[in-house]
């Protein structure tokens, strides 16, 4: 078992940035990938960034690529989304996600926990 939650989101002016936090527990962190995944209104859940174990290895979304800095920490048993140069049209839930098996995937249904999702605003 694996428990999510997500920190950090708000409402900020388009061009500024806010970075994301999820606190995981349970399993150990350090043996499984994580990804953070959005949804904006009336849109579908789709994929923003993922990371392997080790953290040395990420994917990104071509829509948040070179704006979005996905990384972890094992020992705060912590991933992050540094999200910087923010558009109107990243306004969403985001949402993180354990995968215990692959190395970090693009498909939701590739993930096995995700958290509660924290919502981002950025206004014009």
């Known amino acids: 078992q694996v428990q999510l939650r997500e920190f950090g989101g708000g409402l900020v002016q388009a061009g500024g940035s806010l970075r994301l936090s999820c606190k995981a527990s349970?399993?150990?962190?350090?043996?499984?990938?994580m990804g953070w995944f959005r949804q904006a209104p009336g849109k579908e859940r789709e994929f923003a960034a993922a990371i392997n174990r080790s953290g040395g290895t990420t994917y990104y979304a071509d829509s948040v690529k070179g704006r979005f800095t996905i990384s972890r920490d094992n020992a705060k048993n912590t991933v992050y989304l540094q999200m910087n140069s923010l558009k109107p049209e990243d306004t969403a839930v985001y949402y993180c996600?354990?995968?215990?098996?692959?190395?970090?995937?693009?498909?939701?249904?590739?993930?096995?926990?995700w958290g509660q999702g924290t919502q981002v605003t950025v206004s014009s």
């Open positions: 996600a354990a995968d215990l098996i692959y190395s970090g995937s693009e498909n939701e249904d590739d993930y096995d926990y």
């Open positions: 349970g399993r150990t962190f350090s043996s499984y990938a």
